[in-house]
């Protein structure tokens, strides 16, 4: 079995960090196999942070340029679990 990289990134203000994480996550969209977007909601508004979770796969070293430059995006969190 091959190694399973996963990514949480926690996008704390969408309003400005979402245009910058969506290029990057364009840039490197053939190494993402899975994508999920997870919205903070409540009953009168959506709130302005967000969770991305990501299935990467392919070359190790892509995988990290693509976490570095997600890190490198001001008001953004990456945690990275490998099995």
Request: glycine share 8%; net charge negative; hydrophobic share 40%.
């Amino acid at each position: 079995m091959s190694e399973i990289r996963i990514l949480g990134v926690l996008v704390a203000e969408r309003s400005k960090a979402a245009i910058q994480v969506q290029e990057v996550l364009t840039k490197y969209g053939c190494t993402i196999k899975t994508r999920l977007g997870l919205n903070e909601l409540d009953m009168d508004h959506c709130r302005d942070c967000g969770l991305i979770l990501l299935e990467l796969m392919g070359d190790p070293e892509e995988c990290m340029r693509l976490e570095n430059e997600l890190w490198a995006i001001d008001g953004t969190k990456v945690q990275k679990m490998v099995f």
